[in-house]
């Protein structure tokens, strides 16, 4: 079971441009939530996809954009990238079944210039 | 609104010694807590959990007590080893109408001195 994968591992964009993270969830789950952790901080929630909707966003502006594709897959867009943008950004997907337990994805590390 | 306190770190010990990291946390109803592990250059990976008032999680040595009466769930270890060097999360998750998410506390960097 590879679990759960993200690419690009790294990435170094400039002020402005756009990004677009993937996000490969764990076999068998079908909910996607995303992470923003910068520096030194916890995890902050961005928002979660079920059913390839936004089921749930949390304070982050709408430059922050997401899909879900079929086969449970997600991507995470940022617009107008701002150096406050800079962060790891995490994905963790979670089975169908009633449960509160996520798995994480090991992060793709998003550096501003 | 929901949140979670951990102390402050770093926190350096020597081989063997007692670890404790407090967690206490903020939320309506009963959320379930977790501790999360992350290693540097890895995302975070599930420690331990409870999901009910009493329940005690335990992994490798590590154990963490719902206390509903203190809004607690302190992180306990007898005997530490260098390879537990990471940063550790406290974290809370509520469902609600179906959905959830998790609210994590900011870590503690935990270094252990050989």
């Known amino acids: 079971d590879a679990g759960v994968t993200q690419s690009p591992t790294h990435l170094i964009k400039t002020r402005g441009q756009q990004v677009t993270l993937r996000c490969s969830p764990k076999?068998?789950?079908?909910?996607v939530s995303w992470y923003q952790q910068a520096l030194g901080q916890g995890p902050q929630f961005i928002f979660q996809?079920?059913?390839?909707?936004?089921?749930q966003r949390g304070n982050f502006p709408d430059r922050f954009s997401g899909h879900q594709f079929p086969n449970y897959s997600s991507e995470l867009n940022v617009n107008a990238l701002l150096l406050g943008d800079s962060a790891l950004y995490l994905c963790?997907?979670?089975?169908?079944?009633?449960?509160?337990?996520?798995?994480f994805g090991q992060g793709t590390r998003l550096t501003v210039v | 609104g929901n949140s979670v306190t951990q102390m402050e770190g770093p926190v350096t010990l020597s081989e063997e010694a007692f670890l404790t990291i407090n967690c206490t946390y903020t939320a309506t109803g009963y959320p379930s807590l977790f501790w999360y592990v992350q290693y540097p250059g890895e995302g975070l990976q599930l420690l331990l959990k409870a999901t009910k008032a009493d329940d005690k999680g335990s992994n490798k040595g590590f154990e963490a007590t719902y206390r509903k009466e203190t809004t607690s769930f302190h992180l306990e270890k007898g005997s530490v080893q260098v390879s537990d060097s990471a940063v550790y999360f406290c974290a809370l998750s509520r469902t609600t109408s179906g959905t959830y998410k998790y609210i994590f506390g900011t870590g503690t960097r935990l270094k252990v001195l050989a």
């Open positions: 996809y079920y059913e390839e909707e936004e089921r």
């Open positions: 076999s068998g789950h079908d909910t």
């Open positions: 963790a997907s979670s089975p169908p079944t009633a449960s509160t337990e996520a798995f």
